[in-house]
């Protein structure tokens, strides 16, 4: 088995922590791309590779690097994230402002114990996704429900953050929009379209959030009382196209919707023809 698909492997199984992974396969061109810490830093200047260049790497995690390691780096080039100890010494501070960097795209400030995740797409997480005190990092959609005080979980989104109320979480930063939904209330996203008629609203349950929807079609079968029945929520829509009657509650119970319209009506017509 080659390293690139055994090092995939290992992950799968869980038997290695990701650190060993990352030392194990340090040598290998394709962790390259993933993730430079203390750890792997030392491991490959072992091996007499040339560390004074960190390029091309999504994160670099400089936590736990001393002021004497750091100064042995000359450039940080072409980094997503570059990660720094919130508390930095004077001398830490001084080592890294010594480091000729370009193209980052974000320097972000963790404790020592926070741990860093990152996610593209859409996620929903709980209590039981995570440990205590990570910082994670969404581009896309993140939905929180049942989450604790205690779980310290501090966000940053780019994109669309829904979180239940009682859900308690640190916003460092959020680049869009944020909604609140009841804790007992059911999610749909993440889709091009989603046609409603009468079928569909009898088969959701109560307090139904539709999310991150290119495309909504509201069918004429659908009346303002199945809506409030089902206490139907609407949030970030690029399009909805529903009845006039329908509109109001829309208005009233939506955050975002982009365009709200009855959409073409249907022409019908009748062709005679004579011989």
């Not at 650190?19 to 007499?48: Q, T």
């Not at 929180?144 to 109320?165: D, Q």
């Not at 959020?174 to 009468?198: C, F, M, T």
């Amino acid at each position: 088995m080659s390293k690139k698909y055994a090092g995939l492997a290992f992950i799968r199984d869980g038997n290695m922590d990701f650190e060993e992974i990352l030392l194990y396969f340090s040598d290998s061109p394709y962790i390259n791309s993933v993730l430079i810490s203390e750890a792997v830093f030392k491991n490959r200047m072992k091996r007499g590779k040339d560390m004074s260049k960190i390029t091309n790497n999504v994160m670099v995690d400089l936590r736990k690097f001393t002021p004497e390691a750091l100064s042995k780096i000359d450039e940080i080039d072409n980094v997503v994230d570059v990660i720094l100890p919130k508390n930095m010494s004077c001398e830490f501070a001084q080592a890294y402002g010594n480091i000729k960097k370009s193209r980052i795209v974000q320097e972000l400030y963790l404790t020592d114990d926070q741990r860093f995740c990152t996610f593209n797409g859409n996620v929903t997480i709980t209590e039981n996704d995570v440990t205590e005190n990570t910082f994670l990092k969404t581009n896309g959609v993140l939905i929180v429900r049942c989450m604790p005080e205690e779980m310290n979980l501090s966000v940053m989104v780019n994109g669309l953050l829904v979180k239940t109320r009682s859900s308690k979480v640190n916003i460092e930063k959020l680049n869009g929009l944020k909604i609140e939904i009841d804790d007992d209330a059911s999610i749909i996203s993440s889709g091009q379209r989603v046609d409603i008629d009468k079928c569909f609203i009898e088969s959701i349950n109560n307090k139904t959030a539709i999310l991150d929807i290119d495309r909504i079609e509201v069918k004429d079968d659908v009346t303002v009382e199945m809506l409030k029945s089902k206490e139907v929520f609407f949030g970030e829509i690029d399009t909805v196209l529903a009845p006039k009657t329908l509109h109001g509650y829309i208005q009233a119970n939506s955050v975002n919707i982009n365009r709200l319209s009855e959409g073409k009506k249907k022409k019908i017509s009748k062709i005679f023809s004579r011989r």
